[in-house]
């Protein structure tokens, strides 16, 4: 199983929800909400063979950016994950506009190579998000929790990136809607935990498999389908970004 975009961090026992993760075979991108949380969580991480961490700049942290910049570009170099970052213009985010357009720009920059597997927060700000991308040539990035216009989704379908879907999608009918959109080679799977719930409990990373039942059902095939294609995804994904190692160590863990 693949959760592409989970706050391990955030949870109250991160250590045991990434050995539970590793024993129900799920291999998970750690998403961070600042640099300094990434420095601080690399050594723990290390420990796991099927947890990557990635570096991460919240838009809705941005009064923290100004000092926490630095610490993003001297750190980059430590991890072919960058996550979560983006942009949020949704009436939570919209104060700190600049900060996060100025904050996007220098991620965008820094992954312009198209080395690096992104993931990105894109609230009430898609069509921005978008333009970013395409003003450095950043060849694919994963659209995390996308909410945004059937229009807009087109737009980012046609420009060949990714998106990962998680549990609280499912259970809406606008992420119906959108899930009914995306390509079935477009799609991973994700968790967004401990943010999205499962019934009362937070969603943990093994929960991706409602996320897989869900997409059998539409997609009238087996759940194990489902699997080997968000996997076939993310593997070509990676080929795609030149991560033939990383590639080969994820194939020999699933």
């Not at 420095?39 to 961490?53: Q, S, T």
């Not at 395409?134 to 737009?155: C, N, R, T």
């Not at 009362?200 to 997409?215: C, Q, S, T």
Request: proline share 4%; charged share 25%.
């Amino acid at each position: 199983m693949l959760d592409a975009h989970c706050h391990l961090d955030r949870y109250k026992n991160p250590v045991d929800i990434a050995t539970d993760s590793a024993t129900h075979g799920v291999f998970t991108i750690a998403v961070t909400n600042l640099p300094s949380h990434f420095i601080a969580g690399l050594p723990h991480v290390r420990n796991f063979k099927r947890v990557r961490l990635a570096l991460g700049l919240h838009p809705l942290a941005a009064v923290d950016h100004n000092r926490e910049r630095k610490i993003f570009q001297d750190s980059i170099h430590l991890t072919s994950f960058v996550g979560e970052v983006g942009l949020d213009f949704s009436r939570e985010g919209k104060d700190t506009r600049v900060i996060q357009l100025e904050s996007f720009h220098l991620v965008a920059k820094s992954v312009a190579a198209g080395s690096k597997v992104v993931s990105l927060h894109s609230r009430g700000a898609e069509s921005a998000v978008l333009d970013i991308l395409m003003e450095y040539k950043v060849p694919i990035a994963i659209f995390h929790w996308y909410s945004g216009s059937l229009s807009v989704l087109d737009e980012v379908v046609s420009k060949g990136h990714l998106f990962s879907v998680n549990p609280a999608m499912i259970f809406s009918e606008k992420g119906k809607q959108i899930i009914a959109r995306i390509p079935s080679e477009q799609i991973l799977t994700e968790t967004d935990g401990p943010y999205t719930k499962i019934g009362r409990v937070p969603a943990r990373p093994w929960d991706v498999v409602h996320v897989e039942k869900y997409l059998s059902e539409v997609w009238a095939v087996k759940p194990e389908s489902v699997r080997n294609r968000v996997w076939s995804n993310f593997r070509q994904m990676l080929t795609m970004l030149g991560h033939l190692g990383e590639e080969k160590r994820i194939v020999l863990e699933k």
